[in-house]
């Protein structure tokens, strides 16, 4: 008697490695994430991070708490580097403002709600 749904097969053996030697998959580092964060009752904060090296947080930052009349702050943290902190829910005010500054939209994550 012979069954063949027995035999051990490995479907995926010739397509060889999937990842194609590529280290950095799922790799988040080159992108912009804008995130919100509840704090109590209706108050909300929008963080922003990973930010590209050739742009200077502390002057985005004043930029951004003259633009959107809302108070900030810079936090420096050791796994994500600085991370912009400001009042409110500014996501679709940071990145229309960071796209009008020249940074490609493909490259900002919008996350929340």
């Known amino acids: 008697m012979n069954v063949q749904n027995l ?5 995926f053996a010739d397509e060889g490695d ?17 995130r919100i964060q509840q704090r109590n009752g209706r108050k909300t904060l929008t963080t922003l991070q990973g930010l590209p090296k050739e742009y200077d ?8 708490k003259k633009e959107f009349a809302c108070n900030g702050t810079l ?6 580097g600085q991370v912009i902190q400001l009042q409110g ?6 990145v229309k403002f960071l796209t009008e500054e020249g940074i490609p939209k493909n490259t900002i994550k919008l996350h929340g709600f």
């Open 7 to 11: 035999n051990s097969f490995d479907p």
């Open 18 to 34: 999937p990842l194609g030697g590529n280290q950095d998959v799922g790799s988040q580092q080159n992108y912009l994430h804008i």
């Open 57 to 64: 947080p502390k002057k985005l930052l004043k930029a951004f």
């Open 75 to 80: 936090v420096e943290d050791e796994e994500m």
């Open 89 to 94: 829910d500014q996501r679709l005010k940071i």
